[in-house]
């Protein structure tokens, strides 16, 4: 009998593998996936406008985080504009959860034709060179296609790294799930223990970086829409150490549920610069791909939760 154990189960922590919550969530994770993946697309976005809906109108899921970070960071735009925005926000919220919980059941040759790659040779050209680099993006349109997709398009083995979910037996088939085309998953945790594992064959370390980070001595302070905002320190001080070119990906919506992949070189050659400049690079990247599509970023995100304290560096491109 095939077991749901995850296969790094530690004896320390069994409670958290255990616990009848973890199979019940499973349960239900499972249930819901396999419904919203029978849809065809033409439902699946009917009933993407309902949960928008629901979620903006009715439950009025983060409403005032979402208007708030847009008046911030848009000043120049009006009311009217603003709702249009907002309205935006809360379609790509929807469609992109709802995306992503198809894609988990999607054939890779359907995934692959809706999220198309312009110019994946950005990518290869580098590691057919022998180097390995760090590709990130950001949570602008459908981000969970390409942690599917990415690394049967690559030359190269393609790490992910993600953060741990709390409920181990999800995090267990859903990484299985991610992971059916190639990609090596690796937790948050283990993202510079990985570099050193792969270090001897170009690699494609895959990175997103636009949460909010947890440790305040650690994140590089960078002003984001003129806001002083805390980042991630992981991209910059990987690239700084091992000299590994930054690309990053941006995602541009065709129509619903159609992507257009374009790929970008924005450090060439990170150990010139300091982990914070690299930071700010990206930064400045991620700024002007949001300003391009408004409406497509995760503005429900309390990305502002981390106040500067006073004492702070901040880092320009």
């Known amino acids: 009998m095939r077991s ?3 296969a790094h189960f530690s004896i320390a922590d069994p409670w958290s593998y255990f616990c009848p919550m973890q199979y019940i969530g499973y349960f239900f994770t499972r249930l819901f996936t396999g419904f919203v993946g029978l ?3 033409g439902l699946l976005f009917g009933l993407s406008d309902v949960l928008a809906f629901l979620l903006y109108r009715v439950i009025g899921y983060r409403r005032a985080v979402v208007r708030e970070n847009l008046e911030f960071c848009f000043p ?4 009217a504009e603003i709702d249009d925005l907002v309205r935006r926000a809360y379609r790509n919220l929807a469609d992109v959860t709802l995306e992503s919980v198809k894609g988990i059941s999607m054939p890779i040759p359907e995934l692959r034709r809706r999220y198309a790659l312009r110019n994946v040779e950005v990518v290869n050209d580098l590691l057919a060179s022998g180097r390995s680099i760090i590709l990130t993006g950001s949570h602008c349109c459908n981000w969970e296609w390409g942690v599917i997709t990415f ?5 190269g083995h393609t790490i992910g790294v993600y953060k741990p979910m709390s409920n181990r037996l999800v995090e267990r088939w859903t990484n299985a799930r991610r992971g059916r085309n190639g990609l090596i998953l690796k937790s948050t945790k283990e993202a510079f223990k990985s570099v050193e594992q792969y270090r001897d064959d170009p690699a494609v370390f895959f990175m997103l970086a636009d949460q909010s980070p947890s440790n305040r001595q650690r994140a590089h302070w960078v002003k984001f829409f003129n806001r002083p905002t805390a980042w991630l320190h992981g991209v910059g001080e990987i690239a700084a150490r091992e000299n590994y070119p930054i690309v990053y990906y941006e995602v541009i919506r065709r129509k619903r549920g159609f992507y257009d992949i374009v790929f970008t070189e924005i450090v060439d050659q ?4 300091s982990p914070g400049q690299i930071t700010a690079r990206y930064v400045a990247f991620l700024e002007q791909q949001v300003r391009r599509q408004p409406g497509d970023w995760l ?3 309390k990305r502002w939760k981390m106040n500067p304290e006073g004492n702070e560096v901040f880092f320009e491109a």
């Open 76 to 79: 120049e735009k009006n009311e």
């Open 4 to 6: 749901y154990v995850p």
């Open 270 to 273: 990170p150990a010139s610069l």
């Open 151 to 155: 690394a049967g398009w690559f030359k």
């Open 39 to 41: 849809f065809p697309f």
């Open 299 to 301: 503005w429900s995100h």
